[in-house]
Nanobody, 124 residues
Framework: QVQLVESGGGSVQAGGSLRVSCAAFGYTFRGVCMGWFRQAPGKEREGVAVFDWYGRPLYVDSVEGRFTISKDSAKNTLYLQMNRLKPEDTALYYC??????????????????WGQGTQVTVSS
């Protein structure tokens, strides 16, 4: 059974840091795009940071320079280090993987495997 399981969310004050993790079970992060999306209340889900089809890290402009995506292939785990967090980063963060992502790797349409999400709350 394929599962992507996120962990590490929580509450932090603005300017603080959090790291979220995504462990894959029954699935390997090979030959696919993988990354992090988020959805805030009343907003559409958006791509935050992904490894594209070629393994290159891509970031949405609003997190560039503050967030870092990484992976441990031996542990089949994906990470998102979030620094200098802002209240507008508050959202449910999802891990995702998929193969239909070559043209638009930050678009959720290219991903067919999703975790259940982990909440990140940043207070001002």
């Amino acid at each position: 059974q394929v599962q992507l399981v996120e962990s590490g969310g929580g509450s932090v004050q603005a300017g603080g840091s959090l790291r979220v993790s995504c462990a894959a079970f029954g699935y390997t992060f090979r030959g696919v795009c993988m990354g992090w999306f988020r959805q805030a209340p009343g907003k559409e889900r958006e791509g935050v940071a992904v490894f594209d089809w070629y393994g290159r890290p891509l970031y949405v402009d609003s997190v560039e320079g503050r967030f870092t995506i990484s992976k441990d292939s031996a542990k089949n785990t994906l990470y998102l280090q979030m620094n200098r967090l802002k209240p507008e980063d508050t959202a449910l963060y999802y891990c995702a993987a998929g193969g239909n992502c070559i043209s638009s790797p930050l678009s959720q349409s290219g991903y067919n495997r999703w975790g259940q999400g982990t909440q990140v709350t940043v207070s001002s």
